[in-house]
Structures are given as C-alpha cells and as structure tokens.
C-alpha cells in the first residue's frame, strides 16, 4: 500500500461566487497585496495573498457562467482548504488504496503576467475528493508544476503584514466525524488531541458552532444550517499595529484589537479572519 500523504498547507480558498470585482476590493481593504486577475483553463477566476510557502485564493465564476457551477451554487466565505503536494499521480493511488472516494487527476492552466511584458502559463494538477465531509467545502490536493509563477517575491509584501496563514477554523456538530475523515486521508498520527489537523506550522481546528462563537462572537459567520462548514482563518502577520493600521486605512474597523486583531465574516466576504503576531 502507498504510504499516505504527509498533511502540507497549501492555500486556503474564499468564495466570492459572481463578485470578484468586489471581493478583491474588499481584501485589498483589508491589507492584502493581490496578484493580477487570474483565469484558469477551467472557466473560474482568481486573485491571490501570496505568503511565505502558502496562499489565500479569492475564487469566483462569471456572472451567469455555469461551467463551474460549485462556485455560484456554494456559499460565500471559506470553502477551501487545501494540502500541497509533489506527487499528485501517489496521491491519488494512496488514497484509494485508503478508502477514500478520489476523482481522477485534473491538470489546468492559467496565463500569469510577469513584470516587463513576460507571459507564462501556471500549470497545476489537483486530485479532488469525491466525497466532500465539509456540506459546500472543499477538500483537495494541488500539485504546481511552474511554482516559481505562484511564490514570487514581489507579491509577498502585505500593508497588514501577514506572513502566513496559520489555522483554519471548521466548525461541525459532530467534531470526531470531521477528524476521523482526516485520519483516513493522513493516518491517524496526522490529529492531535482529537480536533486538530497538524499541517507543519499550520493547522485545521474542528470545534464545534457553539466553541466558533465562543472564540469568534460577533465576528463568527452563520453556517446557514449546514452541519458543518469552513469558518475562520488566523494569519500571521509581522505587527499587530501594522495589521490595524492596514484595516484604518481601508476603512475597516476591528472587532477586537490587543493580542489578536478580528475582523467580523460580515468584512470579509463571509470568513472570519484573526490576525495574530
């Protein structure tokens, strides 16, 4: 049996739906430097927060344009996290191998505009999860062929500071269900103290709707009646007085500012965001 895959943060996915001219003004506002409009092969577009070895992806679809479907149909806010990988093709056969209901391979492409007029094509392949545990999440893997075209230095530098995403925030009425589906994706020595996901310096935390609201209060988001969903994400950013002062200058004001600073799900298109030095 192939071994399974070692847990690797690789980006983390906000669904914009049909607003990308709105979200990407938003999260500008919000102190995060955007790349270009990105148009994949596959028919969505995207811009991104890029960070030290991981990303924020604004995802959205043309207005009325169905041929992806799953971005219109899903709700706005966080509705991805995804794990990194080298060998899409060894994914895929550990995964079955496990049990796991994976779809084929999927290669796709988008243009990436390089400073003096250069163009190139980003070309990823993801392995996606047929079954998803997460109702209007997603779960995936990605595997960049060109990631000299994703992590480059001129679009790591952030007003607010951020540096890196540290944890996603999933909330779930039934926290054990959520983790016994990452243990058959990462084995069982992947989850720590039965509601954590250690991915390197990252993590997944499963907490249940009523411990988001504990931790989160008036910035949490609603989870529509889903029995579980993609909640909130903590950065990592250089200063914490950068961070705010990033937030006043776009015009947006913190919930709560000391040894973290919360921008409400209501500021950020639907994800809770924390800020933590």
């Known amino acids: 049996m192939s071994a399974l895959p070692v847990?690797?943060?690789?980006?983390?996915?906000?669904?914009?739906?049909?607003?990308i001219d709105e979200g990407a003004d938003v999260y500008r506002r919000l102190g995060f430097a955007l790349t270009p409009r990105g148009y994949h092969t596959l028919g969505s577009m995207n811009h991104l927060a890029i960070f030290g070895t991981d990303y924020l992806e604004l995802i959205a679809a043309r207005p009325g344009d169905r041929t992806r479907a799953e971005i219109l149909e899903a709700p706005l806010g966080l509705n991805g996290i995804v794990f990194g990988t080298e060998d899409s093709a060894a994914v895929h056969a550990a995964l079955r191998a496990a049990g796991a209901a994976v779809e084929p391979p999927n290669e796709f492409s988008r243009p990436v505009e390089l400073e003096g007029g250069a163009r190139r094509d980003a070309v990823f392949r993801t392995v996606r999860l047929a079954q998803q545990i997460i109702p209007g999440g997603r779960l995936y893997f990605c595997h960049h062929f060109t990631r000299?075209?994703?992590?480059?230095?001129?679009?790591?530098?952030?007003?607010?500071?951020?540096?890196?995403?540290?944890?996603?925030?999933?909330?779930?009425?039934?926290?054990?269900?959520?983790?016994?589906?990452?243990?058959?994706?990462?084995g069982a020595d992947a989850v720590r103290s039965e509601a954590v996901l250690a991915m390197g310096a990252a993590s997944v935390e499963i907490i249940t709707p009523a411990a988001l609201r504990a931790q989160f209060g008036a910035a949490a988001p609603d989870g529509?009646?889903?029995?579980?969903?993609?909640?909130?994400?903590?950065?990592?950013?250089?200063?914490?007085?950068?961070?705010?002062a990033a937030l006043r200058a776009g015009?947006?004001?913190?919930?709560?500012?000391?040894?973290?600073?919360?921008?409400?799900?209501?500021?950020a298109f639907g994800a809770a965001l924390e800020f933590r030095e």
Do not use: C, K
């Open 7 to 19: 847990p690797t943060l690789d980006h983390v996915v906000v669904n914009l739906r049909d607003r």
């Open 148 to 186: 000299d075209l994703v992590w480059r230095d001129e679009w790591r530098r952030h007003p607010n500071g951020a540096v890196a995403v540290v944890r996603a925030v999933v909330a779930a009425e039934d926290p054990p269900a959520v983790t016994a589906y990452f243990r058959t994706l990462f």
């Open 224 to 244: 529509g009646g889903r029995s579980a969903f993609m909640a909130a994400l903590t950065f990592r950013t250089l200063s914490l007085d950068r961070a705010v």
């Open 251 to 267: 015009g947006i004001a913190p919930l709560e500012q000391g040894e973290r600073v919360l921008i409400a799900a209501a500021d």
